[in-house]
């Protein structure tokens, strides 16, 4: 019997990486999970229709059970069709974990319209989809009465949440992520449904593709240290927030290694106040002392 016996999840962009570490560990945890990948290369090009079955694979030859699924989370549609498909082969839905995504980095200047959409569709959009289609799942559940106790866990970056040059469509996705979790928090807690974001800082794909981070992510050469950067570090973490015991919601952590850290938004701080209305050149004084740039 392990934390999650008797949890059904869905998982998207479990094929690879983070998403495929996750379904391996709620798995050996007793969820059965639903594993949704399409099989695209980073950029989003390409199809690999095995890759989701391949994790469904080494699931089941660890005596977990798991399902291939490789809807497109981007449409609105397809995400009916993923959820149905897990209440409809397990029986019943518990957790979503939004992992899904893409990168196609650039310059601001540089970025062409695709670029910004297709990125934004598959962090924000693909985030929504899943999430919004589980959420009527469990509202007509706690409508007719049932006791329901899901969990929804997102995925952000500290590229949206810290920032990080050639990344405005990838960190403008990632920051809304974050946002949407809060608002989606507040709002789902009357079904019973808890949504929480992680942060990881992992050796995926997308760090082993950034040149800055290429050489700093790699694992160890000694077997017997401990691997800072390996991705299965993370799971435990989305385990915990996909437990039915779990009591979290609205929060986003940060997780790197054996570190587990709380993060928060934005917040008020100091400010200027005065009873009339401002003038610009009392703005460029006061609010210039406020931010430090006095006298430059």
Known sequence: ??????RVAIITGAGRGLG????????????????NDRGVAMDGGGRDHTLAQRVVAE???RGGEAVANDEDVTDFEAGRRLVDMAVEHFGDLHVVVNNAGILRDRALVNMTEDEWDDVIAVHLKGTFVPTRH??????????AGA???ASVVNTSSTSGLLGNPFQANYGA???GIGGFTVIAAHELVRYGVRVNTIVPAARTRMTLGTD???DIVKAPDDDAMF????????????????????RATGKTFFVQGGMVRLMSGWAMREGVERPTRWTIDDLDDELGKLVGLSGT
Request: overall charge positive; some cysteine.
């Open 1 to 6: 019997m392990g934390a999650l016996t008797g």
């Open 227 to 246: 691997d800072l950067w390996d991705p299965a570090n993370v799971s435990p973490v989305v385990g915990w927030l996909a437990s039915e015991g779990c």
């Open 59 to 61: 699931i089941e030859a």
């Open 20 to 35: 495929r570490e996750h379904a391996l560990f709620l798995a050996s945890q007793g969820a059965r999970v639903v594993v």
């Open 134 to 143: 589980a959420a009527a799942y469990w509202r007509t559940q706690a409508k």
């Open 173 to 175: 996705a990632k920051a």
């Open 147 to 149: 006791v329901v106790r």
């Open 212 to 214: 800055d981070l290429r």
